[in-house]
């Protein structure tokens, strides 16, 4: 599931900075490092397989049914 969030035009700035320093694909995955980072959280309560692919939206819709 995809969101949207508002944030300042500046926080934009810094995400998108901090984006190609870090080499990540993603806003995304800028956030949970910072959250995993701050909160200490374990990579285990991210999944026992992170490198695992998401479901696509055929994938979805099938286990749905």
Known sequence: METTI?????TAQLLMQLKRKLEA???????????KEKE???SSRFGSQPALKK???REKT???L
Do not use: V
């Not at 508002?6 to 500046?10: L, W, Y």
């Open 6 to 10: 508002a944030i300042k035009e500046r």
């Open 25 to 35: 694909k993603s806003f995304d995955e800028i956030i949970l490092a910072m959250i």
């Open 40 to 42: 200490k959280i374990p």
């Open 55 to 57: 479901f696509t939206e």
């Open 62 to 64: 099938y286990r749905e």
